[in-house]
């Protein structure tokens, strides 16, 4: 089972940056995937970001594309969220979450860490 931690989340000004962090523990495969989700109050949780952990396969959710960046460092076992151009839309628990292979339901979540973009 993996574990993650997810750290980085603040108060920020619209237009502002933020780069959250989740660091993974435990047993990784090159076919995890990692992903970031975000949950707002009162709304269901929204798909961010995902890539592979060996590989290139990366997606974006369509409400962050051209102002997120998902990165890895396996040395590091860690998940970089790079996101710029923050709206208060994008206020919200962020989640960093595993799974192994693309057809499985993610099965390892952090505790989250909030994120709130002000105006």
């Known amino acids: 089972q993996v574990q993650l931690v997810e750290s980085g989340g603040g108060l920020v000004q619209a237009g502002g940056s933020l780069r959250l962090s989740c660091t993974a523990s435990?047993?990784?495969?090159?076919?995890?995937?990692m992903a970031w989700f975000r949950q707002a109050p009162g709304k269901e949780r929204e798909f961010v970001a995902s890539?592979?952990?060996?590989?290139?396969?990366?997606e974006y959710g369509d409400s962050v594309k051209g102002r997120f960046t998902i990165s890895r460092d396996n040395a590091k076992n860690t998940v970089f969220l790079q996101m710029n151009s923050l709206k208060p839309e994008d206020t919200a628990v962020y989640y960093c979450?595993?799974?192994?292979?693309?057809?499985?339901?993610?099965?390892?979540w952090g505790q989250g860490t909030q994120v709130s973009v002000s105006t």
């Open positions: 435990g047993r990784i495969f090159s076919n995890h995937y």
């Open positions: 890539i592979r952990w060996s590989g290139s396969t990366i």
């Open positions: 979450a595993a799974r192994v292979g693309v057809l499985n339901k993610y099965d390892a």
